[in-house]
Structures are given as structure tokens and as C-alpha cells.
Nanobody, 124 residues
Framework: QVQLVESGGGLVQAGDSLRLSCAAS????????MGWFRQAPGKERDFVAA????????DYADSVKGRFSISRDNAKNTVYLQMNSLKPEDTAVYYC?????????????????WGQGTQVTVSS
């Protein structure tokens, strides 16, 4: 059973930074891809970033490219999302997700395991 636990959310002001963490357990993750998604109230869950656990290849949504950075620590089985220059429109619940395949994907349906989410609120 795969478990994903997010942490690091909070309330910040526009222009600030936050780092989200996703601790993964329950299987070997060397041949998987991990993703971050976000969901604002009344909206669909959207892709933010993804990383291949083994090779470290990454993908980003256009809305966060240049501001957010995804990385992983193999020894700690943890994926991070560094968020800089935060904007009020980044406010959402952020979810970590894992898929049983190495290729990074952008669709919610491509991910098999999900964390419980962590709230990020950016005030103007």
C-alpha cells in the first residue's frame, strides 16, 4: 500500500516562497513518476509539476514555469515542490501523486496514488 503525505503548506504573502514536501512509503519508487497537482475552490484539479524518480526528468505547467521547481531525495523517498514568487492565483490545495510508470504525465487519471493535500494560501 502506497502512502503519500504532504506537508509545508501555509499562509503567505504575494512574492513569498514555500517548499512543499511529499513523503512516500510502501513500495520502491525508482521506476515511477511523481506529480504535484492543485485544486482551487470550485475548480478542477490541475497539473503543476512532475518528476521521474529515477532519471529526474521534469515537466511544469506553463503557469508555474520559472517560479516552481520540483525535486526528489531518493534517500528520503521524498519529493519537493519549491514555490517562489507566489501569486494569489497560486492559492489552492496542493496534492502529491504517484504513478506506476516512469514517464511524467499531466493528467489526473494517469496517477494511481494520492496524498491528502496541503493548503496553500497566498494573500495579496
Amino acid at each position: 500500500q502506497v502512502q503519500l503525505v504532504e506537508s509545508g503548506g501555509g499562509l503567505v504573502q504575494a512574492g513569498d516562497s514555500l517548499r512543499l514536501s511529499c513523503a512516500a512509503s510502501g513500495r520502491t519508487f525508482s521506476n515511477t513518476a511523481m506529480g504535484w497537482f492543485r485544486q482551487a475552490p470550485g475548480k478542477e484539479r490541475d497539473f503543476v509539476a512532475a518528476i521521474n524518480w529515477g532519471f529526474g526528468s521534469t515537466d511544469y505547467a506553463d503557469s508555474v514555469k520559472g517560479r516552481f521547481s520540483i525535486s526528489r531525495d531518493n534517500a528520503k523517498n521524498t519529493v519537493y515542490l519549491q514555490m517562489n514568487s507566489l501569486k494569489p492565483e497560486d492559492t489552492a490545495v496542493y496534492y502529491c501523486a504517484a504513478r506506476t510508470g516512469p514517464i511524467v504525465r499531466r493528467r489526473v487519471i494517469d496517477y494511481d496514488y494520492w496524498g491528502q493535500g496541503t493548503q496553500v494560501t497566498v494573500s495579496s
